[in-house]
């Protein structure tokens, strides 16, 4: 049975809650990534995040900081997913989105919106500025969500994710949003692009159950899920098929990884 499996050629990686958490890594992480570890492997490296909190050039700083040894374009993040469907779909978004994100989307028109765009915005969900998006939207602006999940890791502790303000504005407007950042196939399939790597010959690492590891497994990929970050006892009952595996963090797929996957 192991001679049919397909070598692997690609590994995904989630950043928060796999990595790190803000400002503080994931202890043996940045060893487990180094060139005598994961990057000894014949395999391509691509962090895949959705988030929505700071632009690509911030969370690079963010990492390389933590003692991460990571390239720009090696990230493939659903800010760039959005940004790319905002382009093809040639709309003007209200972007309610973190004002650290705002430079992913230099150059693309925000006056007089006709579309509306979420992401993580604590300081853009209050009323004024739902009310707004939700009037929009009633008006025929598409519904663009950057990701929908439910809730992040922070510091201290859990934190509402964008969401929950989609669905209250898909509830309130009976619109469905278009969804661009993970579960999504679509991201995963993009964030493969230029690899020349199919789907079965990959394997993504994450702490969301559903988002990483039941998004990676939809597309086709392995999903490995780590018991830090946002992983609640129990999770791994929230997707069927079950993750491929769950491991106590990311030292401990990497080791997986070296193996059994290679």
């Known amino acids: 049975r192991m001679a049919a499996r397909?070598?692997?050629?690609?590994v995904l990686v989630d950043l928060s809650g796999t990595l790190h958490i803000e400002d503080s890594a994931v202890p043996g992480a940045q060893e487990a990534l180094k060139r005598d570890r994961l990057r000894r492997a014949p395999v391509t490296i691509r962090f895949v995040t959705n988030t929505t909190k700071e632009c690509k050039r911030d969370l690079l700083e963010r990492l390389t900081k933590l003692g991460f040894d990571?390239?720009?374009n090696e990230i493939f993040t659903?800010?760039?997913a959005a940004r790319n469907l905002l382009e093809q779909k040639q709309v003007r978004p209200l972007l309610l989105v973190d004002d650290k994100a705002l430079p992913d989307f230099t150059g693309i028109a925000t006056d007089d919106p006709n579309a509306v765009v979420v992401g993580l915005a604590p300081e853009h969900f209050h009323y004024e500025m739902m009310n707004r998006a939700f009037r929009l939207i009633l008006d025929g602006a598409p519904l663009i969500a950057i990701h929908k999940a439910r809730y992040f890791k922070k510091k201290d502790?859990?934190?509402?994710g964008p969401g929950p303000f989609v669905t209250g504005l898909e509830y309130a407007t009976d619109a469905k949003a278009t969804v661009v950042g993970k579960p999504?196939?679509?991201?995963f399939l993009e964030a493969l692009r230029g690899i020349d790597c199919a789907p079965e010959e990959a394997?993504?690492?994450?702490d969301d159950c559903r988002d990483d590891v039941g998004g990676a497994q939809n597309a086709g990929m392995r999903g490995i899920l780590v018991r830090t970050g946002k992983y609640r006892p129990a999770?791994?009952?929230?997707?069927?098929?079950?993750?491929?595996l769950t491991c106590e963090n990311f030292p401990a797929a990497v080791e997986h990884i070296l193996e059994h996957l290679l």
Do not use: C, H, Q, W
């Open 6 to 10: 397909r070598a692997l050629k690609a």
């Open 70 to 72: 990571i390239a720009e």
């Open 78 to 80: 659903s800010l760039t």
């Open 157 to 160: 502790g859990l934190a509402l």
């Open 184 to 187: 999504e196939k679509t991201f």
């Open 203 to 206: 394997v993504m690492i994450g």
């Open 235 to 244: 999770d791994e009952g929230k997707i069927n098929p079950a993750p491929y």
